[in-house]
């Protein structure tokens, strides 16, 4: 039969803007957490990690947000740039190296 | 220092043909995992290794199989193919709780 694809969720933003990408995870006892960015054709590329013991991290232009009340985690992007355009992942890990991967989010950023 | 090296890129392989993926980890690191990526499943775990020993496995069957040898190196091995087995298979190494790092990944076409 006719395989269906994932449905990415999409995000379009102006260049220059701030975006917000999110994602819901499913084990509380996840303890790790990682946003990768992954663009056509090219492996996923780690941005930023947070642990479960922290609600806010920051790096170069961007922070993650971490509830874990709600198992909710966040990626914003500050003064979006054309080559910020690509899939954003979330995953967790459980202490055993393992990550699990949300669906993605497709960020595209309009000149 | 150089990152996650994937040998093949790119791979045709006939159904029922057998395949070995290779990879190469970040110096250092001595936790290699792979994944399978599909548009239909995301991004799917295969299994880990660390020190040689396999410490996770995913819900493949068994015709996905892995090793890794005492220098770190990995492989991982599909044999019987079928065509719902073409993918992007990726390599991930880390250092124990410090975040995977992928590398571009193997895209195996199955006809």
């Known amino acids: 039969g006719e395989s269906v694809g994932l449905h990415l969720p999409t995000l379009s933003v102006q260049e220059g803007d701030n975006s917000i990408i999110n994602c819901a995870y499913s084990n509380s006892a996840s303890d790790y957490f990682i946003w990768y960015k992954q663009e056509s054709g090219k492996g996923p590329q780690f941005i930023i990690d947070?642990?479960?013991?922290?609600d806010k991290r920051q790096g170069q232009r961007v922070t993650v947000l971490l509830n874990k009340t709600v198992k909710h985690l966040s990626l914003q992007i500050a003064a979006t740039q054309p080559g910020d355009s690509a899939v954003y992942f979330c995953a967790e890990e459980g202490g055993n190296e393992k990550l699990t991967f949300g669906t993605g989010t497709r960020l595209t950023i309009i000149p | 220092k150089a990152g996650v090296t994937q040998t093949p890129r790119y791979l045709i392989k006939t159904r029922g043909q057998q395949v070995t993926l290779s990879c190469s980890p970040i110096s250092g690191h001595r936790s290699v995992s792979w994944y399978q990526q599909t548009p239909g499943q995301g991004l799917q775990f295969l299994f880990e290794?660390?020190?040689?020993?396999?410490?996770n496995k995913g819900n493949f069957p068994g015709r996905f199989s892995g090793r890794q040898f005492s220098n770190s190196r990995s492989e991982m091995n599909v044999s019987t193919l079928e065509l719902g087995d073409s993918a992007l298979y990726l390599c991930?190494?880390?250092?124990?709780?410090?975040?995977?790092?992928f590398g571009q990944g193997t895209r195996l076409t199955v006809v």
């Open positions: 290794y660390f020190s040689e020993t396999q410490r």
């Open positions: 991930a190494s880390s250092l124990v709780g410090r975040g995977a790092f």
């Open positions: 947070i642990r479960s013991n922290m």
